[in-house]
């Protein structure tokens, strides 16, 4: 019989892509993932991986036992949150990811009304640019800027960004050339992006960032024109290129597993999180 705990490991590197990445997530040293990987293939007597010079690569075999790994912890998900749901009480610990500018500016700020309400609850923030997070059910709730597409999820719509071209007092005094601020390759195909550079219209991008904090600080130091949400730019000082110009629409969504729906602490931060995002405002 194999050991849960090795079959845990296992899937961990599955979903991380490598065992430094499994062993950050699992809080443990690489060693020890490779350690519990060589022990479930033993009580298996089944070869997982081929062990590489630079990676570990799942063998057919291994691509098998990942579907049942990811299958069992699903299921392991799913029943942890079945107990929390029949208990009356909010309580224990909820993962929240979702873009770091909208955690940094409107949820975390909040937070302590949250906890002061519910004692026995905590809370997990967790950046991120993407919906990987749920879909690995490594968050609980997860904001995006895309409806999640999956059929077991939840979603709802939260409310919308107006993005608009922003820059500081000093730098649209300037009558200089524009300059524009924008993202960096990893972010390259983002929808912002590729608006800016259709309003950019061939002008000079002289910073990048994959940040959008870091971006906005850059423009208020009068490095250029950046987009951003109307919030945003606020929290800065900065004034909009052109009031009378286009504006980017992007929607925020909301989205949970379907099996922890009832949840006691799933709906109190569900509740919490969309109290956050009715302050966005409207351009």
């Not at 993932?33 to 990676?55: F, G, M, P, T, W």
């Not at 009304?113 to 809370?123: F, G, I, Y």
């Not at 820059?167 to 912002?192: E, H, N, T, V």
Request: aromatic share 6%; proline share 4%.
């Amino acid at each position: 019989m194999f050991d849960w705990e090795d079959l845990r490991h296992f899937a961990a590197f599955v979903r991380a892509g490598s065992l430094a990445s499994a062993a950050k997530a699992l809080a443990v040293d690489h060693a020890t993932v490779a350690r519990r990987i060589a022990s479930l293939e033993s009580a298996l007597n089944l070869k997982l991986v081929d062990r590489r010079s630079r990676a570990y690569v799942l063998t057919h075999q291994g691509l098998r036992i990942a579907e049942f790994a990811e299958q069992m912890s699903a299921s392991s998900f799913a029943l942890e949150h079945y107990a929390g749901a029949d208990q009356p009480d909010v309580q224990g610990e909820v993962v929240l990811s979702a873009p770091p500018v909208l955690l940094g500016s409107l949820i975390a700020p909040h937070a302590g009304t949250l906890l002061v309400q519910h004692p026995a609850l905590s809370l997990r923030l967790v950046g991120t640019k993407s919906r990987t997070s749920l879909a690995r059910r490594e968050a609980d709730v997860a904001v995006s800027l895309a409806r999640p597409l999956e059929s077991t999820l939840v979603a709802s719509l939260l409310g919308h960004l107006d993005y608009a071209l922003y820059a500081s007092p000093a730098y649209l005094a300037q009558a200089a050339k524009p300059r524009f601020i924008g993202y960096d390759a990893s972010q390259a195909k983002s929808i912002q992006h590729r608006w800016l550079v259709e309003q950019a219209k061939g002008g000079d991008f002289v910073l990048c960032s994959n940040d959008l904090r870091v971006q906005a600080l850059a423009a208020a130091g009068a490095a250029g024109i950046v987009c951003l949400p109307a919030f945003i730019a606020a929290e800065h000082g900065l004034q909009r290129v052109d009031p009378e110009a286009d504006t980017l629409n992007i929607e925020v969504w909301m989205a949970f597993h379907e099996d922890v729906r009832a949840t006691p602490r799933i709906q109190a931060v569900g509740e919490f999180v969309r109290t956050c995002m009715a302050v966005l405002p409207r351009l």
